[in-house]
C-alpha cells in the first residue's frame, strides 16, 4: 500500500479556494462525514472514485492531484516478458489475442496478481494509487482511464 496525501491536499486546496469542507462535499458528491475522515488522515486508503471526484471538485487535472497526493509515487512501469515457450507454445501465439492481461499488469505495475484478481473478478475496492499505475500500463494518458470509468 502507498500512503497518500490527500488531507494536505484538501487543506491546501480549500484555503486557497475560500471553501469550506461543505462546499467540496456538495461539489465532489463525497459526503461531509468522508472528507472529514480524509483530511484527518483517518483513512489510510484512498479509493480510486474518491480521489476522482475530489480533484475534479477542484478543478484539478489528474496529473496536478497525483503529484500533490501521492509525491513519491513510481508511476516508472516494468518491462513485461511473456514466459518462454516451447515449440507448440509459440506455434499456438498466433491464434492469441489477449493483451493487458492481469499477469502482464501485475508484472508492469509491481502490483500483486491476486489483488489484480480481486479487483477484475470479486467486489475489491480500488486504490487509487493502483488505478494510475493501472491507467499507465494500459497505455492511456495519466486521468483518461479515471474520466472513462467514472466520469
Avoid at 480533484?55 to 518462454?84: H, M, R, W
Wanted: with cysteine; aromatic share 12%.
Amino acid at each position: 500500500m502507498i500512503s497518500h496525501r490527500i488531507g494536505t491536499y484538501i487543506e491546501q486546496n480549500l484555503k486557497a479556494k475560500k471553501w469550506e469542507a461543505k462546499d467540496l462535499a456538495s461539489i465532489s458528491g463525497v459526503s461531509a462525514s468522508d472528507i472529514s475522515k480524509y483530511r484527518s488522515g483517518t483513512v489510510a486508503k484512498l479509493k480510486a472514485e474518491i480521489f476522482y471526484k475530489i480533484y475534479k471538485a477542484f478543478g484539478d487535472s489528474c496529473a496536478k492531484a497525483t503529484k500533490a497526493v501521492y509525491p513519491d509515487l513510481n508511476l516508472k512501469l516494468d518491462k513485461y516478458a511473456p514466459k518462454a515457450r516451447n515449440e507448440f507454445g509459440q506455434f499456438m501465439s498466433q491464434f492469441e489475442t489477449i493483451k493487458n492481461s492481469p499477469e502482464e499488469i501485475a508484472t508492469k505495475t509491481r502490483l500483486d496478481e491476486n489483488r489484480l484478481k480481486d479487483l477484475y473478478f470479486r467486489k475489491a475496492a480500488l486504490e487509487a494509487y493502483e488505478f494510475l499505475l493501472i491507467e499507465k500500463a494500459v497505455g492511456k494518458k495519466q486521468g483518461e482511464l479515471f474520466e472513462e470509468f467514472y466520469g
